[in-house]
């Protein structure tokens, strides 16, 4: 069966300093990947997805960018946070044919102080 | 990002009763939809997928697509305490997975 690993769990970081959340999927090749960000009582904003090595798709402008360097691996980077970065951020996948279903790792909570 | 639009609620309903959520959409080229459940400070999980337009059972929970109408429904049958959460609709145009800010329900014992 096909799981996904994102870490860490929670996160406290300074304003201006870097980021990187790492997310990897197991039991599955060639998987769709996605980064999404939930602010304090919203929904789900679609950050990044990717459908293959070295293929990042941007859904909204910001200081946050995203990385693939292997099939099962997707990597979400800043230079330097920003107050407004912080929230609860999603990692999924689908196994890449069109229907097919979005699952989430567990989360990572960036509180950006 | 395309639109999808839910009542933020919060909705309550009694225990045992149905509880109604729903979700309309912008994107005519929307393919495949969804309903997931979120705890809070959980990740959301999967509870149901439709991709044609009618009703899809499964449990307590059916699930209704009208295309035409761009509109996407989903029903709780029995209600019970433990599906208090935050429910999220998704639609899929393509590889993208647009969420709506979800419909808070509370179910009262």
């Known amino acids: 069966s096909q799981t996904i690993h994102q870490w860490p769990a929670t996160l406290v970081q300074p304003v201006g300093s870097p980021l990187s959340l790492e997310c990897t999927v197991e039991g599955t090749s060639n998987p769709n990947l996605y980064w999404y960000r939930q602010a304090a009582g919203r929904g789900l904003q679609l950050l990044f997805y990717?459908?293959?090595?070295?293929?990042i798709s941007s859904e909204v402008p910001q200081n946050l960018s995203a990385s693939r360097p292997q099939d099962r691996q997707f990597i979400l980077s800043s230079k330097k946070l920003l107050l407004s970065d912080s929230g609860f951020y999603l990692c999924?996948?689908?196994?890449?044919?069109?229907?097919?279903?979005?699952?989430f790792g567990s989360g990572t909570q960036l509180s950006v102080l | 990002q395309k639109e999808v639009e839910q009542n933020s609620g919060p909705l309550s309903v009694p225990e045992g009763a149905i509880a109604s959520l729903n979700c309309t959409y912008s994107?005519?080229?929307?393919?495949?939809f969804f309903w997931y459940r979120q705890y809070s400070g959980k990740s959301p999980e999967l509870i149901m997928s439709?991709?044609?337009?009618g009703d899809k059972e499964d449990g307590r929970f059916t699930a209704q697509l009208n295309k035409a109408s761009q509109y996407v429904s989903l029903l709780i049958r029995d209600s019970q305490p433990s599906d208090s959460a935050t429910y999220l609709c998704?639609?899929?145009?393509?590889?993208?997975?647009?969420f709506g800010t979800g419909t808070s329900l509370t179910v009262i014992p």
């Open positions: 998704a639609v899929t145009p393509f590889h993208q997975f647009y």
């Open positions: 990717s459908v293959g090595i070295g293929q």
């Open positions: 994107d005519r080229g929307s393919q495949s």
């Open positions: 439709i991709y044609s337009n």
């Open positions: 999924a996948f689908t196994r890449g044919s069109t229907g097919e279903k979005l699952f």
